[in-house]
């Protein structure tokens, strides 16, 4: 599981299905440009990808966000009433993609994820994952018998490698009708949105990297 392999046919599929109404990240690469190129994309994506989990580095331009704030409702001259998105390349959620099929596909096909792993898979998200740990917790509570919880993750490998890179040395900026901030060190947390919500994998990689 610490490798990933890319090949042409998926990458070009991952583009078929991009999102016309989708937000260019910093690097200004919107969707509806990389669809009309996807046939000439697939190749070299698929190349750089290979060598991205080859090298376990990820490419610095993919490492910076633009955040933006959504109004979420209430009176628009309230800033907490929005709410910040951080936009990150499209390239990246790409790759990311790729790899969390391939995690999730491993893991199921050989029976190593329990009905009890709530994330990323289908009819299940945090709420459901929520509500199955509370009625356990609480019911073992109430019997008298007391709770434990251990958490895994990825260990060593590339996989891990690269994942902790692309958490290392990110930047972002305010990006507010058409003008932006300056760019600012990321001390904490992972780019909302992303497909691999892997808060420890950082920690992990500076203990086992």
Sequence with gaps: MGYISFDEETVLQKLRKLRDDKAAGADELVPRFLNLIKQELACPLTMLFRTIMESESVPDDWKVANVVPVHKGGSRNVATNYRSISLTSQLYKIFETLVRDQVIELLESNQLIKDSQHGFRKGSSCLTNLLTFLDKVLHSVNEGY??????????????????????SNRKQRVCIKGRWS???????????????????VLDIYQRFG
């Design 146 to 167: 007391p709770v434990d919880v251990v958490f895994l993750n990825l260990a060593k490998g590339k996989l891990l490698s690269v994942t902790g890179d692309w958490l």
């Design 182 to 200: 300056s760019w600012i060190s990321v001390c904490s947390g992972v780019p909302q949105g992303v497909c691999i919500r892997t808060s420890v």
